[in-house]
């Protein structure tokens, strides 16, 4: 079946470097989507990419789709405290399709 | 701002028990999920829920679990006969108009399998 995978596992990062979280998916996807999820909470939604090659910006997180459509990134530019989480991305295969995969995600950490 | 709610936010069972988590889709909104997620693991699908049936549901959700949207507000789901490996955190999400929209979650229920 269609698996969604993200390195790195585990992010540990001082205050104000940089992180970036990459997801790759075995399958081309129609879309990504990508979500947060607070220590103890549940996810939620940032971001929806759709177009091949397609890059979003929201303040310091920036979004890429790869150009085949089966990779995307989240780079998250001058870490603060409130970005403590775990970042998935999240996959829906084809058009039609309902079931959004979820990768495993990247927990980030940050060292004040 | 509409919120998915959930019921109860921690539930305790016996292994064999039948459990029922509940919750409150946003009110206009058309598609409903369920997730699953074992602590410290990935969100897993569980079954997705359009037009009072169900549209697409995953390897895990077998003859143990059944979904009902009985009363146009709430959605549940049904676990007949819990095992250990049930224990989980259980999202409820839902959609307002397409599958490709954002999906909004609930808080979750945490079952623990005794």
């Known amino acids: 079946g269609q698996q969604v995978m993200q390195i790195p596992q585990y992010q540990h990062v001082q205050e104000g470097e940089d992180f970036t979280t990459y997801c790759n998916s075995s399958?081309?996807?129609?879309?990504i989507q990508w979500y947060k999820q607070r220590p103890g909470g549940h996810p939620v939604f940032l971001i929806q990419l759709v177009k091949s090659g397609e890059v979003k910006k929201q303040k310091r997180l920036t979004f890429q789709f790869g150009e085949a459509k089966k990779n995307s990134s989240l780079h998250i530019t001058a870490t603060q405290t409130t970005d403590v989480g775990t970042y998935f991305c999240?996959?829906?295969?084809?058009?039609?399709?309902?079931?959004?995969?979820f990768g495993t995600g990247t927990r980030l950490t940050i060292i004040p | 701002e509409p919120e998915v709610t959930q019921t109860p936010s921690h539930q305790v069972t016996q292994m064999g028990q039948e459990v029922i988590l509940r919750c409150v889709p946003i009110?206009?909104?058309?598609?409903f999920y369920w997730y699953r997620q074992i602590l410290g693991q990935k969100v897993e699908f569980l079954v997705s829920f359009y037009n009072n049936e169900i549209s697409e549901k995953s390897e895990i959700f077998d003859d143990q679990f059944s979904v009902e949207r009985p009363d146009g507000s709430n959605f549940t789901l049904k676990i007949r006969s819990t095992k250990l490996e049930d224990s989980a955190m259980y999202f409820c999400?839902?959609?307002?108009?397409?599958?490709?929209?954002?999906?909004?979650f609930g808080p979750g229920t945490r079952l623990t399998v005794l």
């Open positions: 999240a996959g829906l295969r084809n058009f039609g399709n309902e079931k959004l995969t």
């Open positions: 399958t081309t996807l129609s879309n």
């Open positions: 009110s206009n909104h058309l598609y």
């Open positions: 999400a839902s959609i307002r108009t397409s599958v490709y929209n954002e999906q909004f």
